[in-house]
């Protein structure tokens, strides 16, 4: 394979006249761009039928489970607070999360878990944020159902979710808009979509083993 | 591009608020481009259908992660190459090149005879392309088939710019010089 003249490179590029290269480097913009468009055929298939069939299916088996019902589930239940914490960030937290866990309404005021859940505490250090929530894997990625709290005002997020014990995914949006991972998390996983970005991993533990 | 002139990020609002019909507009938008690159990515129509049909489904489980609807393009393709290079890291070797699939599967021309000549054509360049890494491939695709700039390039893959132009560029010099033995065999 021997390397094209850089005034092909940039024409096909787009950076340069096609009509200033000489009739060589012409001919061989016309082949390669000829090449493209023969394979531009646009496919004959189709899965639109096929597609919409499995989220139709999906849809009546999943009905409203994902929006309505966890949200009453999650504001219906008394609560409990334990905490995971993390070495980065634990001494700059300290003093905030100290506090967070003397307050009243975190104790005694989340749902009590049933046998196979537990639950996650979920704090970010978000200074000037106006919104934090949380979505994940257990919430279906969907906005409006975790939101955090930082009632003092002083940067520190937090708030509390029964989850089924296992592993979760989760980011946190920040201002409705901004998706961040958790620098507490401790473990990533790749999202998937093949950019590089990670979610944050959380894994909940059963309450009954707890006891 | 199917364009009723809603913009993505309605439909998207659309289909979060539960209105799940409103994907299939999602689906006719950008169903013929998607099932174009993975054809090209994987030389085998039914293949490329399984792998778009895969990715659409988890792009409609999925759409609350989508970052910004606004590139919704960008992350449909995201997803399907994903999925076409799990396919290609796990392939059959039953799967048929597309250069001896029916040739049914691209549209072609009313001449019978101009669309010989034509699928002939297709199949001398399929076989070329194939021939391909799979990275020079899809960047070779991306940019040329699906035309698109090295920036929304590099949000399909993950690649940097750079890293991108160098694949096109060796994409270039292999598919020219593949182009131009079998212009020289057929003279």
Redesign the interface.
Known sequence: MSPIDPRLQEALDGERDPGTLPADLRDAYERLTGAARLLAGTPRLSVAARVMAEIRQTTRSEPAENTLRRALRWLGRPRAVTVRLRPVWTLALAAGLTAILLLPFQVGSLPTPGEAEGVAQFVGHFPGARSVEVVGSFNDWSRGMLHLNDDDGDGIWHGAAVLPAGQHEYMFVVDGERWVPDPLAGRYVDDGFGAGHQNSLLIVRPTATER | MVNDGTPDVEVVARV?G?D??A??IL??RY??GL??FA??MLGN?DA??DA??ES??RA???L??C?DPARLRS?LY??T??RC?SHLARRHTTDIPLSEAPA?????GTDAWAALE?RE??AL??R??VALPAEKREA??LK??EGMSYEEMA?V??ARIPTL?MR???A??????A??EA?DESN
Do not use: C, M, S
């Open positions: 979060l539960g799940g019909e994907f299939g689906i006719r169903e013929p099932l174009r054809t090209r129509p490329a259908a778009v049909a659409l489904v409609y489980r999925h609350a992660q970052r992350w995201r997803i190459g994903n290079r049914t599967a691209l549209a072609d034509r054509q297709v360049v399929e070329a392309l070779f695709v040329h088939v949000a893959t993950g132009k096109v560029h060796r270039r010099e292999a598919l020219l010089e182009l131009e212009y």
